[in-house]
């Protein structure tokens, strides 16, 4: 038979022979391997790195202001976002004996490894200028903070001094001839894994934009505008919140009333459901607070929460209705001024009974472990206790 007529029926049955079709485990096997792969290329080139993020902007705030607000706890609280993080950094953190070479300070605080497993060291430089002529420094014409946080790796030992992540930040400024101010953010270097540097590259672009929105509030350094709004946070027992519920009950009763006799249809609806949710309120045990802000020594803001979100919709649906009701009049305002009164007065009654007159009583020192710059660490620590200490009070000794 001719060559061709045998070859092409062979390549025909060849070509229909199946292959044979990977596993589940290997395509498994297959895409952790380019998993992996990926993964090694990224914290090859991610993993390290030097001057890895640089924010600035100019200001025309007074330089002073800005090395006291760099070395307080309120920069302290944009850096950290959230106040429960603060707490819970100032509650693990302990200041190390010996601080890292090249710092003055070294705080063991919570890392992955557990309490402790984080070291963050803190090292603070500044220079000082005559601006005035009269030969004495007036002006820190540069400041810069430079912290680093060491992470030991879990469940390894840390005499074996094995690092899971290691960070080192600059934050400060520094005065320009026409006297104005650049203020900086400064990665200087990283070494971990890339998905934590990926996270704290978004935190820092966050400091930033929240540290040059502070700074730049017409406010700023001005002591008696910032320090002119406290807000007190008081407890609101049991007993006085369910009186409260029953006077707004009354309230809105009689708002109903009036909408009755004018033939509001809707209204008398809406009030009654109002009550309606009002009498299952007082038969809830709810958690509620009242916050208090004072401006001048004097309230100008007062707020109510609850642990109920429905129960808090009501309670603002009834004040809204005391205030639609008697406009001009600050009913509202007065119902939740009544609550506060008499929230104060079962307090101390409470109080004196047990024996535990808070006219007598000593204040009960706030625990905690803040961070501070060098040269002022012991002026700055004991005004700082003592602010806590005096919202402490306010707040009902939290």
Known sequence: ?????????????????????????????????????????????????????????????????????????????????????????????????????????????????????????MAFDEGEIDTTGDGQADTVAYFNKRERFKDWAPFMPKYMNVVFWDLTQNFGYHRKADGTCEVYHHGETFYGPFPIRLIFTCH????????????????FGNRDKTDDLHE???TIPIEVMGEFL??????????????????????????????SKLKDAKKKKLKSTMSI????GEASKVKVEVDNKEVQDTIRAALSTIGDMEKGKGADRQALEQLLAAS???????????????????????????????????????????????????????
């Open 1 to 121: 038979r001719p060559l061709r007529a045998t070859a092409v029926p062979l390549a025909r049955r060849m070509s229909t022979t199946g292959v044979a079709a990977p596993s589940k485990w290997g395509r498994t096997l297959t895409f952790g391997a380019y998993g992996a792969t990926t993964a090694a290329c990224i914290q090859y080139f991610y993993g390290s790195a030097e001057d890895f993020f640089d924010y600035r902007f100019t200001t025309t705030k007074n330089p002073n202001d800005l090395a006291e607000f760099y070395a307080s706890e309120d920069f302290m609280e944009i850096f950290c976002i959230f106040p429960f993080v603060v707490e819970f950094m100032m509650k693990n953190g302990e200041f190390a004996a010996d601080a890292m070479p090249g710092y003055d300070q070294t705080v063991n605080t919570f890392g992955f490894g557990g309490p402790g497993g984080m070291e963050v060291s």
């Open 293 to 296: 802000y004072e401006t001048g």
């Open 232 to 234: 007190l946070r008081k």
């Open 204 to 219: 820092a672009y966050y400091v930033a934009w929240a540290t040059e929105r502070y700074i730049q509030r017409p406010d």
């Open 344 to 398: 104060e007065l079962l307090k101390e009654n409470i109080n004196k009974m047990e024996g535990n007159d808070p006219a007598n009583a000593a204040p009960k020192p706030l625990k905690k472990k803040i961070m501070l710059r060098r040269q002022s660490s012991l002026l700055a620590m004991e005004q700082l206790e003592a602010g806590a200490q005096n919202r402490a009070k306010a707040a009902g000794q939290k």
């Open 246 to 275: 029953g006077n707004l009950s009354s309230s809105v009763e009689k708002a109903k009333a009036d909408a009755l006799k004018a033939g509001q249809t809707a209204t008398v609806a809406k009030h009654e459901e109002t009550l």
